[in-house]
């Protein structure tokens, strides 16, 4: 089963806006990944912040953790079309990654 | 293309009968796993490689599914006697050597399609 919830479950704007993603997660992690997924690319990783770290950027993403609420954030600035797909919060284990359920953004033009 | 890369990208099958899935890695890569991805949902940890090493399996892999990576390049993932139940999304991953700067971040396939009648 899914060890990490994601918040909302579907987030509809427009291009231009911001979209925040949020991800909760049960156990410790040594790090915290985002992935991507849409039909034409498949699950792409966009980002890794460990543990240590609170906030990381790249690009028009912004990450954050805060290890003592178990929970993370994924800031899409300045969002376009291309952006519309399923983003993914996964926690890395001995390796494997344990995803959550995700969250499906639709940025309309 | 360099990417990981998954055979056959679709497959159907009836009730019963056994298929297998072909994964190639990326070739420096010495990680290899398997998820799968209902729809909806996220993807779920199968089994992974270290080099031909099966290290870990997930209690979702029940003994009608079998992996293998026989010379530490390509796997193969079979399922026999398949059921409905089995109608997902399989997703093969590689990472490259642990110590690297990137070695949490997994490259992804573009996944095997199988429905099952």
């Known amino acids: 089963s899914q060890q990490g919830e994601e918040d909302p479950q579907a987030l509809s704007i427009q291009e231009g806006e911001n979209a925040t993603m949020n991800c909760s997660y049960k156990t410790s992690i040594n790090n915290l990944q985002w992935y991507r997924q849409n039909s034409g690319r498949g699950l792409v990783h966009l980002i890794l912040?460990?543990?240590?770290?609170r906030e990381k950027h790249s690009g028009r993403l912004r990450v954050t953790l805060d290890t003592s609420k178990k929970s993370s954030s994924l800031l899409i600035t300045a969002s376009r079309a291309a952006d519309t797909a399923s983003y993914f919060c996964a926690r890395s284990n001995t390796g494997k990654l344990i995803f959550g359920q995700g969250t499906t953004l639709q940025v309309k033009p | 293309d360099t990417g990981v890369s998954q055979d056959p990208r679709h497959k159907i099958t009836k009730r019963g009968q056994n298929v297998t899935f072909r994964c190639d890695p990326i070739?420096?890569?010495?990680?290899l796993y398997w998820y799968r991805q209902t729809l909806g949902q996220g993807p779920e940890f199968l089994t992974y490689?270290?080099?031909?090493?099966?290290?870990?399996k997930s209690r979702l892999l029940s003994d009608r599914f079998s992996a293998e990576r026989p010379k530490g390049s390509f796997s193969t993932l079979e399922i026999q006697r398949t059921e409905q139940g089995d109608s997902a999304m399989y997703l093969c991953?590689?990472?490259?050597?642990?110590?690297?700067?990137?070695?949490?971040?997994?490259?992804f396939g573009p996944g095997t399609r199988l429905t099952v009648l």
């Open positions: 991953a590689s990472s490259p050597h642990p110590g690297l700067k990137s070695y949490n971040e997994q490259f």
């Open positions: 490689f270290q080099n031909e090493a099966q290290l870990e």
């Open positions: 070739s420096e890569h010495n990680r």
């Open positions: 912040i460990r543990s240590n770290e």
